[in-house]
């Protein structure tokens, strides 16, 4: 039985245009650093459009690359190609994620649940039980 958790991470690239983004690319604080920890499962057309009202294009200095290989992204993939992230301002996001986590990612797609504006994405904490995957 699959056991799923909702936390907050932050956003801050996502794949597909700004302005209607496909999946959302979510990053923890890992080792003092913003890491790349997943992608969510594909998101509708009405989500989409309404999450990326919230976004922003990324300034200079965003922490990640434009492009990225599949299998960082989910290291199951058959599709080694590289995939282009649209880089964004960081907005805290949550989500809901399997517990599955290996080394230093989610094992599965987590589900994108709504955008919290109210958060500072410095304030995103690594949830304890994440700490010693």
């Known amino acids: 039985m699959k056991t799923k958790t909702t936390l907050d991470a932050v956003c801050a ?6 302005t209607q983004p496909q999946a959302i690319i979510v990053g923890l604080p890992v080792d003092g650093q913003l890491r790349i ?5 594909a998101l509708s057309t009405r989500v989409g459009r309404e999450l990326g009202r919230q976004l922003r294009p990324a300034q200079p200095g965003h922490p990640w690359p434009e492009e ?10 058959k ?5 282009h992230l649209t880089l ?6 949550e989500i809901s994620a399997d517990v599955a986590w290996t080394g230093k990612s989610f094992r599965h ?3 994108y649940v709504r955008v ?3 958060l500072d994405p410095a304030d995103v904490e690594l949830p304890p039980h994440l700490q010693n995957g």
């Open 13 to 18: 690239a996502v794949i597909g245009p700004i």
């Open 37 to 41: 920890v997943g992608r969510s499962t």
């Open 68 to 77: 990225i290989s599949d299998t960082s992204l989910n290291r199951f993939s």
């Open 79 to 83: 599709d080694k190609g590289p995939v």
């Open 88 to 93: 964004v301002e960081p907005i805290v996001v």
């Open 109 to 111: 797609g987590v589900a």
């Open 116 to 118: 919290r504006p109210e």
